[in-house]
């Protein structure tokens, strides 16, 4: 089944302690993307990769960071998480050409205490 | 990049048809306009995409006036359980950077 995995599904953690979101997708697609979603605030994008080693940044890329060592592979990390980052992370991932017909995970529920 | 501004509510009864317009005055020649459909507890999922004209599909039809300024996402005789918030996306298949707005909220009564 084509699918886009997300671990862990929650999560919660306290000020400064590292973490990883992990973001795996089975359909061969060479684009890939962070989102958070917060109430009133729609889906506002962290970061994307347009292919294996080439990531950039989105439209709230502070205080994350990303890998893309491997196509299906799509890491999120939080070096030092702070209360202002909990929120609902989604994964995403689409095609080549078709970056927009996005593939999403199920999400990632973080609460940073 | 274009820009996109829905209401933030909605609500409907069950049969009702609903329509849902987006703004995006800004949209550029090759982009496309994405509609997503998010149930709580999940992730979005596409939906319908279109460019001009109409788009019908088992799921809704998306109507885009020939000045593609807005779009409007129609779903024929609602149920419960289309109850969910709905994003429109404008965006070309070439780009990196995917602005999404803050979601349209459809709540549907019996």
């Known amino acids: 089944e084509a699918q886009v995995t997300q671990n862990p599904r929650y999560l919660i953690t306290v000020t400064g302690k590292k973490l990883t979101v992990t973001c795996s997708q089975n359909m061969n697609h060479e684009y890939m993307s962070w989102y958070r979603q917060d109430p009133g605030l729609g889906l506002r994008q962290i970061y994307y990769?347009?292919?294996?080693?080439?990531?950039d940044k989105g439209d709230v890329p502070e205080g994350y960071k990303v890998s893309r060592k491997e196509k299906r592979n799509f890491p999120l990390i939080l070096e030092s998480p702070s209360p202002n980052q909990t929120s609902l992370y989604f994964c995403a991932s689409s095609e080549q050409g078709a970056r927009e017909k996005l593939f999403f995970g199920s999400g990632t529920q973080l609460s940073v205490l | 990049l274009a820009k996109t501004t829905q209401p933030i509510s909605m609500d409907s009864y069950e049969g009702q048809e609903v329509n849902i317009t987006c703004s995006h005055n800004?949209?550029?020649?090759?982009?496309?306009i994405t509609w997503y459909q998010q149930f709580p507890s999940q992730g979005p999922r596409f939906i319908i995409q279109g460019y001009k004209t109409k788009v019908t599909n088992e799921v809704a039809s998306l109507f885009i006036p020939a000045d593609r300024k807005s779009s409007t996402l129609s779903l024929p005789r609602v149920s419960l359980s289309d109850t969910a918030v709905y994003y429109c996306?404008?965006?070309?298949?070439?780009?990196?950077?995917?602005?999404f707005g803050k979601g349209t909220k459809l709540s549907v009564k019996p």
């Open positions: 990769s347009m292919n294996v080693e080439v990531t």
């Open positions: 996306l404008v965006a070309r298949g070439s780009q990196g950077n995917l602005i």
């Open positions: 800004n949209i550029a020649t090759n982009d496309y």
